[in-house]
């Protein structure tokens, strides 16, 4: 079994509805990560959680916010999607950093086409 | 200048041949360094880290040149399956920047 997960994998939406995205981890792992993904533009880090208890925003988090449930979830919400925020969404998991990163687990993605 | 800058590529290279590419960062203050590989439609995975003294895994070579501010990965004996786009991360604190990848296609 995949230890990090995304559901769902492919979503469609129209304009203006609410999207939620959910990422599961079975590694134990106290840090979480939700990045974007688009042709030309690299992965760019939307918001992270070091643990339940601490959200932090990244490079682009207008348009978006997260929930972290528990330390194996973190979902990533658009209230409002719009076309621009089609793209590849990564969600990934990483170990306490030690005197700097450690190694970032991704799941398997979520693309999303907001029409 | 881009935090993080990699060269996008397509890099064509026959299979066997060997390749380098770099990638350069503008934090001199950076603490760790990576080098990811991403197949087609995939989530990344950790090829390598780059440590200060450089190091070796198989036929992959990374080196990391702190005066000059970039990291470098050395292919070797490339295959087919080495075909990918290979991004560079870069680390300072909380802060994690990726750059952009640059692609790889290992030619029969």
């Known amino acids: 079994d995949a230890d990090v997960t995304q559901t769902p994998r492919n979503r469609i939406t129209k304009t203006g509805k609410r999207i939620m995205l959910e990422c599961s981890q079975t590694?134990?792992?106290?840090?979480m990560y939700w990045y974007r993904q688009d042709p030309g533009l690299g992965l760019r880090l939307i918001y992270y959680s070091f643990d339940v208890k601490d959200i932090n925003k990244g490079e682009i988090s207008d348009g978006y916010s997260v929930s972290r449930q528990a330390q194996a979830k973190f979902s990533l919400s658009l209230e409002s999607a719009i076309p621009n925020q089609t793209a590849l969404y990564f969600c990934?998991?990483?170990?306490?950093?030690?005197?700097?990163?450690?190694?970032?687990?991704f799941g398997p993605g979520t693309r999303l086409t907001v029409l | 200048r881009k935090e993080v800058e990699q060269d996008p590529g397509p890099f064509n290279v026959p299979e066997g041949a060997t390749v380098a590419f770099n990638c350069t960062y503008s934090?001199?203050?950076?603490?760790?360094f990576f080098w990811y590989r991403q197949d087609c439609r995939k989530e990344p995975k950790l090829l390598m880290s780059v440590y200060s003294s450089g190091n070796e895994d198989g036929r992959f070579t990374a080196q990391l040149n702190r005066a000059s501010q970039y990291i470098s990965l050395l292919i070797r004996d490339s295959k087919l399956s080495d075909s990918a786009t290979y991004l560079c991360v870069v680390n300072k604190g909380d802060k994690i920047i990726f750059g952009k990848g640059t692609r790889l296609h290992i030619l029969p």
């Open positions: 934090n001199s203050a950076s603490q760790s």
């Open positions: 590694k134990g792992h106290d840090r």
């Open positions: 990934a998991t990483s170990d306490h950093w030690d005197r700097g990163m450690n190694e970032q687990f």
